[in-house]
């Protein structure tokens, strides 16, 4: 059982990337990529750990986008067997981090507005890592000044998944758009440090239908569809992981698995699927690795 989709503390994730391969190894996972929201800082770190304990570990990240063409849909892509100390690429994701703080700081402001009290200060202190929707919650969450307004709204603290949905969508009081490259342009730069770039949870970004879309992508450069990954229940995730599978399978794509595993709770599907009775086979790495001519 192998997990190609997981998120450490140096994104949005809770664990740190050592004490996430300790639990994948404990688990009884073979293999897991480290995919961190645009960002490799917990790379180096997750890849001595496995080496410590017997976990193979791929280097790897998760790119998001914006799709102009496409009323500025937001796409996710992750890269395999990246070189993650490439300098440009190192770069570009400084670039992200910093317009991250500035749409957090933003979010911050909107929220008070709505009621909610949080301070940067302490919103630094949770995100240890690239800041993301859910570590802005827990800042609003870890306020005292917000108990009477959870109550009032929630019937007390909420699920993050049930605040980020509430307020910070697309659509939503205190949503506002991140600064992204395109679809294209994600692609490139994955392909440019050497790595597999697959386009993520295409049950949440592709229509059932919508060959279109995948047409354009695999012109850019796609090589893959994570297939099997949650979609909101295990019965849906199935259907899911059946229709996914067949159109990597019709258009010459790789088909990759994961659980976009966080580690917060009311989000996905615990690591490995498990959680769920569900596994990614460790014949999705064999084909990956086939396909990189890695031994």
């Not at 897991?32 to 790379?43: E, F, K, P, R, Y």
């Not at 914006?66 to 070189?83: M, P, S």
């Not at 012109?219 to 995730?237: C, D, N, Q, S, V």
């Not at 709770?265 to 999705?284: S, T």
């Amino acid at each position: 059982m192998i997990d190609l989709h997981t998120h450490s503390n140096a994104s949005d994730g809770v664990l740190m990337p050592e004490a996430l391969v300790q639990k994948a190894k404990e688990i009884g996972l073979s293999a897991m990529a480290l995919t961190d929201h645009d960002q490799v800082s917990g790379v180096s770190k997750a890849l001595e750990s496995g080496k410590k304990i017997g976990l193979e570990v791929v280097p790897g990240v998760e790119l998001s986008s914006y799709w102009q063409e496409k009323e500025r849909k937001e796409f996710h892509t992750l890269g395999y067997f990246i070189n993650w100390e490439d300098q440009e690429l190192k770069e570009k994701l400084t670039f992200f981090q910093e317009k991250r703080e500035e749409r957090a700081k933003k979010i911050l402001r909107i929220l008070r507005d709505w009621g909610y009290l949080g301070e940067w200060e302490n919103l630094q202190k949770i995100a240890t890592g690239s800041i993301g929707m859910p570590h802005i919650a827990r800042t609003c969450f870890e306020d005292p000044r917000n108990k009477e307004k959870f109550l009032k709204e929630f019937g007390g603290i909420p699920q993050v998944n049930d605040f980020v949905q509430k307020y910070m969508l697309r659509g939503k009081p205190a949503y506002v758009e991140k600064t992204l490259i395109p679809p294209k342009e994600a692609i490139d730069l994955i392909h440019k440090v050497g790595g597999v770039a697959v386009l993520a949870h295409p049950c949440f970004d592709l229509s059932q239908g919508d060959f279109e879309t995948i047409k354009i992508l695999k012109e850019w450069g796609i090589e893959g569809l994570e297939a099997l990954a949650p979609f909101r229940t295990p019965e849906l995730t199935k259907e899911s992981i059946k229709y996914f599978s067949r159109m990597a399978k019709d258009n010459n794509l790789l088909v990759t698995g994961g659980s976009d595993y966080h580690g917060i709770d009311g989000i996905g599907a615990g690591l490995g699927f498990l959680e769920w009775g569900m596994e990614v086979p460790d014949e999705i790495l064999t084909d990956l690795k086939n396909y990189k001519n890695i031994q």
